[in-house]
């Protein structure tokens, strides 16, 4: 079945960087793009910006342009997300979502469970 | 960048209502809309995509329609299961964005 499997829970110093992992199964890692979305604590979800799974071309929302990368282990099927130079307000969970196809429809039909990154002095 | 306003921004209904909440765009998607459920600790479910499609295995008590910019996530009859955070979400041009979210709580 269908799964993506994120890396575990981060507690980071502002200033330091962080990479986070998400590995697909069940599916063709390349047919698929991966989205990422990030929570808050006590907010709502924000689009951050998608990676084409099969070029490796990243698109970033415009928050989250320069100190995000999304990259790509195309032959673990993994995307990841690094955070440099992290700030307090980078303390959120993150999601990584698959872009599905059903029925000549595109939408997030699988997501990850979450990595929640905590930045503390 | 398109605002999607959710309203309300929280309710409170009982088992068994029928509870319908709104999501407008502040300009033209299309049918570019989809919904998600959000329960604390777990990432969000897809419930609706393109508007008016169920996604796979929601309950058929859970509907969506559009009317004009105004799009909805319809609940026929309320379960205790179903008290979440509904957000909508527009996929018709970056950036994506979401609405605030509607928080549903059992009365």
């Known amino acids: 079945q269908i799964q993506l499997v994120q890396s575990g829970p981060e507690l980071k110093k502002p200033g330091e960087s962080v990479k986070i992992s998400c590995k697909a199964s069940?599916?063709?890692?390349?047919?698929?793009?991966m989205h990422w979305v990030k929570q808050a604590p006590g907010k709502g979800l924000k689009w951050m910006g998608w990676?084409?799974?099969?070029?490796?071309?990243?698109t970033y929302a415009d928050d989250f342009k320069g100190r995000f990368v999304f990259s790509l282990e195309a032959s673990a099927s993994t995307a990841n997300l690094q955070i440099s130079n992290l700030k307090n307000e980078d303390t959120a969970t993150y999601f990584c979502?698959?872009?599905?196809?059903?029925?000549?429809?595109?939408?997030?039909?699988?997501w990850g469970p979450g990595t929640m990154v905590t930045v503390s002095s | 960048d398109i605002q999607l306003t959710q309203s309300p921004s929280s309710m409170s209904a009982s088992l068994g209502d029928r509870v319908s909440l709104t999501c407008q765009s502040s300009?033209?998607?299309?049918?570019?809309l989809s919904w998600y459920q959000h329960k604390p600790g777990k990432p969000p479910k897809p419930m609706i995509y393109y508007a008016t499609n169920l996604a796979d295995g929601v309950p058929s008590r859970f509907s969506g329609s559009r009317s004009g910019s105004d799009y909805s996530l319809t609940i026929s009859s309320l379960e205790s299961e179903d008290t979440a955070i509904y957000y909508c979400?527009?996929?018709?041009?970056?950036?994506?964005?979401f609405g605030a979210g509607t928080k549903l709580e059992l009365k």
């Open positions: 069940g599916y063709t890692f390349t047919d698929y793009a």
């Open positions: 979502a698959r872009y599905g196809y059903y029925s000549a429809h595109w939408y997030f039909d699988f």
């Open positions: 300009q033209g998607i299309g049918n570019y």
């Open positions: 990676i084409n799974t099969y070029t490796g071309k990243p």
């Open positions: 979400l527009q996929y018709d041009e970056y950036p994506y964005t």
